[in-house]
């Protein structure tokens, strides 16, 4: 079993639809948990960040943590085709340790 | 903002070959990575360094090696190319717990 559980997609969803992408993870130790936006071609850009559990929002964009379910979740609202692209989730159990990475989405916005 | 640069976007090299791939930081960024992405498998760890000459395996090191004689320069290198190392190879450099990636050598070995 994967430390870290992402479905690969690809998701495909209306263009204004609220989308919603996960993984599930396996460590208790977790405690920073990260999404990554890749788009074709490019390498990974940090999206949002987490420390623990709970929400946190940046415009369209919310991320949220429920440790005690070992779930991460990252939502978007007002889906754009610029949206488009594969979003990874990271995780460690602490800001010096190497990241763990989920497989990634490819998620796909319909205009 | 920081940028991580790789050498080449493209390259198409020979079985047997040593293939050189650069990586460059101009944000003073102790740590650096180098990645491998494959389709279904995600990003994997190939090697990565604390410090100037220093070096530490990661998931996949078999193969590989490293060099980072400088603070801002992590070359990977590929003793002698084999086919199953085509692949998309990203180097990464962190600060704290943000990483910042380059935009990818897709290495294709024929």
């Known amino acids: 079993q994967k430390e870290v559980e992402q479905d690969p997609g690809p998701l495909s969803v209306p263009e204004g639809a609220i989308v919603s992408l996960n993984c599930t993870y396996s460590?208790?130790?977790?405690?920073?948990f990260m999404w990554y936006r890749q788009y074709s071609r490019k390498g990974p850009e940090l999206l949002m960040y987490t420390y623990s559990s709970g929400n946190k929002e940046d415009g369209r964009f919310t991320a949220q943590v429920d440790k005690s379910s070992k779930y991460i979740s990252l939502f978007i609202r007002d889906s754009q085709p610029s949206d488009s692209a594969t979003y990874l989730c990271?995780?460690?159990?602490?800001?010096?340790?190497?990241?763990?990475w989920g497989a990634g989405t490819k998620l796909i916005i319909k205009p | 903002d920081v940028k991580v640069t790789q050498s080449s976007r493209y390259l198409v090299k020979r079985t047997g070959e040593k293939v050189f791939l650069e990586c460059v930081q101009d944000m003073d960024h102790e740590n650096m990575f180098w990645y491998r992405q494959d389709p279904g498998l995600g990003l994997r760890l190939i090697y990565f360094?604390?410090?100037?000459?220093?070096?530490e395996k990661g998931d996949i090191p078999e193969g590989y090696s490293v060099s980072r004689e400088k603070k801002e320069r992590f070359s990977l290198i590929l003793e002698s190319a084999s086919t199953n190392q085509t692949s998309m190879y990203l180097c990464?450099?962190?600060?704290?717990?943000?990483?910042?990636f380059g935009s990818g050598t897709r290495l294709t070995v024929v």
């Open positions: 990271a995780m460690s159990p602490d800001s010096n340790y190497q990241l763990i």
């Open positions: 360094s604390y410090d100037v000459k220093m070096k």
């Open positions: 990464a450099s962190r600060r704290a717990y943000g990483y910042t």
């Open positions: 460590n208790s130790a977790f405690q920073y």
